[in-house]
């Protein structure tokens, strides 16, 4: 083949690998999001113990099968690609490999293909297949408030951790290890389970004082974990409100919503111009 033609093999396969607004390309991405479900779902059935043993076989042939699929493609994906390295220590490039790996290493360390699940990860993919930029900007959104929110919430959940160890403390001296309590990393962990209001039951406190005491972590439960909520919730309406700089404050009514081209609020009249 010579170098004019190869070219426009890898064009051509460029376009149908790595954009999707071909039909072709979307066909393409379309079929490689149902083979990484099919192969998830393999690893899955895989991990239930009466099914490896009736259809063993027909797994490892799966395996290897969707394994030398994904390997293909990653190959092709380095073939055609101009900057080669940058694609293989892209995210999606790590995430690819990573893909193949597990059924090659599983020849060695029996088990190990059940990190083939990681595979579920390439289906981010379907955010470029069909172009959701208003769900990518939420996503946006959504970072923006968390960075905004990080050091509040930060704070929280440090005091958070010096609770659970007073609260667990707390507990290890008044129910001690004859009712379950063995340690305070033990007690630390009844201390979480309650807090978060979870409660699973495996240990409890048996006398008056630890079950009162119970009580009162678990009614206090309750009102911490409206704490990261409301952080998120006013991080999340600011970020929303300063994506969109024509929502302007009015200063008569303090009420948002108005049009992109109001002079005036819609609600009380107000002169928007002399906000600022």
């Given at each position: ?114 990190l083939m699940a990681i595979r579920i990860l390439r289906l981010m993919r379907i955010f470029r297949i ?147």
């Open positions: 083949m010579t170098p004019s033609r190869q070219q426009a093999l890898k064009n051509h396969l460029y376009n149908i690998i790595f954009k999707a607004d071909t039909p072709k390309g979307k066909l393409f991405d379309v079929v490689l999001i149902w083979t990484i479900l099919a192969s998830v779902a393999l690893v899955i059935l895989e991990s239930v113990t009466e099914y490896r043993h009736d259809y063993q076989l027909w797994f490892l042939i799966g395996e290897w099968f969707f394994t030398i699929v994904f390997l293909a493609e990653y190959l092709l994906r380095i073939y055609i690609v101009r900057r080669k390295k940058a694609y293989i220590f892209s995210f999606f490039g790590i995430i690819d490999l990573l893909s193949v790996l597990p059924t090659f290493i599983a020849v060695l360390l029996p088990g190990a293909q059940f069909f172009k959701l930029s208003n769900y990518l900007a939420e996503a946006e959104l959504l970072r923006r408030a968390l960075l905004a929110s990080s050091r509040k919430i930060l704070v929280f959940f440090s005091a958070i951790a010096l609770l659970v160890v007073v609260i667990g403390s707390a507990i290890y001296v008044i129910e001690g290890p004859q009712h379950g309590f063995k340690d305070i990393p033990t007690s630390i962990y009844w201390a979480v389970v309650t807090l978060t209001t979870v409660g699973y039951g495996d240990i409890s406190p048996q006398t008056s004082v630890g079950q009162f005491f119970a009580s009162i972590v678990m009614v206090l439960g309750y009102s911490i974990i409206a704490v990261p909520t409301g952080i998120m919730t006013v991080a999340l309406s600011q970020a929303v409100r300063k994506s969109n700089p024509s929502d302007i404050q009015c200063t008569s009514c303090q009420r948002y919503n108005h049009d992109a081209d109001a002079s005036f609020c819609k609600y009380c009249g107000q002169d928007l111009n002399i906000n600022g």
